[in-house]
């Protein structure tokens, strides 16, 4: 199975489909996440606070696939902000994952509260120009946020990975992003099972119509909008039912009928709360 890859704003690419390690047990990290990359999972995404960055690292290593087949993520936590911190913090994760280079390194909130957030993304960039990170990026940056790193900074984010699925679309954080050429990574896609989205009329009817689940159906609508996403799932057979969304295609109707579930409908925390 081929994923497509998205061209990122500074000429790396990313797996447009990948596998999330939030709420993955430390102690299970190395077994599923090496079943995802048999799976087929190429792109993995994990952070410093998940506790598991050792287990993905183990998993990498020993699947034996080559360094530059994987596309892998983690993120600063908030307490890590400010430049000598983001430094250590950086160095020890990348020591967790026993890797010499991660794909993707991003802010994982802005923490308004600690107003650390523009040194870090300095930082950032230094770390990028080092090589040790071939891309940076955001994650639950608000218009107001992303306004601020682009006025005082001139480095634009390659990604800003926010919650985004049918009741949460977040169009103005989508639109600005589009308009700077930031790709929107879209954490939560299957709204983390915290409403009853599988049985929406909307999705039930086209997953029946294609003969494919309901979460086969929300996987098909982020990608025809084009969003990064990878949705968590300890259970293999999810990994594999998750894997399988390249070879049918959402109608024009209904992705309309999809997109029209907005609702504000936010699961998680408001980004300006979480410092
Ligand atoms: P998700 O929307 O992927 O939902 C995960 C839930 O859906 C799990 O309970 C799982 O059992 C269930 N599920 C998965 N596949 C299913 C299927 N085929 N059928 C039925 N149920 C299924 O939520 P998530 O894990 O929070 O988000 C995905 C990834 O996004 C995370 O693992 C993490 O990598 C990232 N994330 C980032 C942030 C952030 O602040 N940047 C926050 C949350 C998650």
């Given at each position: 199975?081929t994923?497509p890859?998205?061209q ?5 690419s ?5 596998f ?22 190429r ?15 183990r ?6 696939i ?23 913090a950086?160095?020890a994760s990348?020591?967790?994952l ?5 794909d993707?390194y991003l ?5 308004p ?8 993304w ?16 955001v994650?639950?940056?608000l218009?107001?946020h ?6 005082e900074t001139?480095?634009v ?19 600005f ?13 299957l709204?983390?099972?915290k ?16 003969g494919?689940t ?10 025809q ?6 949705p ?6 999810r ?9 049918f ?6 992705m309309?009928?999809i997109?029209a ?13 979480v410092?």
């Open positions: 199975m994923v890859r998205i990122l704003n500074d000429g790396h990313i797996p447009q489909l990948g999330g390690v939030f709420k993955v047990d430390p102690a299970e990290t190395e077994r599923i996440v090496s079943e995802a990359l048999e799976v087929g999972y792109h993995l995404d994990t952070a410093r606070i998940y506790g598991n960055e050792e287990g993905v690292g998993a990498i290593a020993a699947s034996g080559p360094r530059e087949e994987l596309f892998i993520t983690t993120k600063l936590w908030n307490d890590d902000q400010g430049a000598q911190r983001t430094r250590d950086f160095d990348l020591e967790r026993g890797l010499e280079y991660v993707l802010i994982h909130w802005p923490s509260a600690r107003d650390l957030y523009v040194e870090s300095r930082e950032f960039a230094e770390l990028r120009s080092s090589g040790r990170v071939r891309s940076i990026g994650s639950n940056f218009v107001p992303l306004e601020r790193l682009l006025e001139e480095v984010p390659a990604v800003d990975q926010i919650e985004l699925h049918p009741a949460h679309q977040q169009p103005a954080t989508a639109a992003a589009e308009e700077h050429g930031i790709a929107i990574e879209a954490w939560g896609p709204g983390q099972g409403y009853p989205l599988f049985e929406l009329p909307e999705v039930a009817e086209a997953a029946a119509a294609h494919r309901p979460a086969q159906v929300v996987i098909r609508w982020h990608l909008r084009g969003h990064i996403l990878f968590k799932s300890s259970s293999r057979a990994m594999v039912e998750n894997f399988e969304v390249f070879d295609e959402l109608s024009e109707g209904e309309q009928a997109t579930l907005e609702r504000e409908g936010r699961v998680s925390a408001h980004p300006d709360e410092n």
